[in-house]
T-cell receptor
Framework: GDSVTQMEGPVTLSEEAFLTINCTYT??????LFWYVQYPGEGLQLLLK?????DKGSNKGFEATYRKETTSFHLEKGSVQVSDSAVYFC???????????FGKGTRLHILP | DVKVTQSSRYLVKRTGEKVFLECVQD?????MFWYRQDPGLGLRLIYF???????EKGDIPEGYSVSREKKERFSLILESASTNQTSMYLC??????????????FGSGTRLTVV
């Protein structure tokens, strides 16, 4: 079945460092891909999404490119801030499916 | 913006109690979902609903039931709460896929402790 694998955390970086969180997926169809973020004590928020190959989703300085050839959707940010400390979830939804499958999440700590 | 409201942020209940977790969305979304979130296990789907009075089991429905009498409200019921149901519960809603899923909107979560 469909699945999402993302790098295990926690990931600890200094402020202004470059961030990459790896995500790969397995899907039988042609999925939509998402990154969600969960700040401490809150629910998940949609960070960005991409619906077809080579699409780049972007929001709040974060980017991810839908790579069909490598079945990947890695999250990147050029210069992280302390306020980016959160748990990040990679997710997919196969075409025509209302359900979303989530990875297990990667906790990110940014040190001042 | 769509808002998904969960009735309680924190709940403490006793073992054996019947527990109701309420979720309301205000943007006429067809689909609603209940997940639980546990450390190391990520998000696991309990139940979902594509329409009023419809419900489908997710990956871990045992010990839970749901009710959707109105489109905007989706309730999760713990028939007889047990300590292993201590968890963070997240409600989400979305438009019907119609060929492409554009993502969920989540509530803020209810942290349930069963003692």
């Amino acid at each position: 079945g469909d699945s999402v694998t993302q790098m295990e955390g926690p990931v600890t970086l200094s402020e202004e460092a470059f961030l990459t969180i790896n995500c790969t997926y397995t899907a039988t169809g042609y999925p939509s891909l998402f990154w969600y973020v969960q700040y401490p004590g809150e629910g998940l928020q949609l960070l960005l999404k991409a619906t077809k190959a080579d699409d780049k989703g972007s929001n709040k300085g974060f980017e991810a490119t839908y790579r069909k050839e490598t079945t990947s959707f890695h999250l990147e940010k050029g210069s992280v801030q302390v306020s980016d400390s959160a748990v990040y979830f990679c997710a997919l939804s196969d075409k025509g499916d209302d359900k979303i499958i989530f990875g297990k999440g990667t906790r990110l700590h940014i040190l001042p | 913006d769509v808002k998904v409201t969960q009735s309680s942020r924190y709940l403490v209940k006793r073992t054996g109690e019947k527990v109701f977790l309420e979720c309301v969305q205000d943007m006429d979304h067809e689909n609603m979902f209940w997940y639980r979130q546990d450390p190391g296990l990520g998000l696991r789907l309990i139940y979902f609903s594509y329409d009023v009075k419809m419900k489908e089991k997710g990956d871990i429905p045992e010990g839970y039931s749901v009710s959707r009498e109105k489109k905007e409200r989706f309730s999760l019921i713990l028939e007889s709460a047990s300590t292993n149901q201590t968890s963070m519960y997240l409600c989400a809603s979305s438009l019907g896929a119609r060929g492409r899923n554009y993502g969920y909107t989540f509530g803020s979560g209810t942290r349930l402790t069963v003692v």
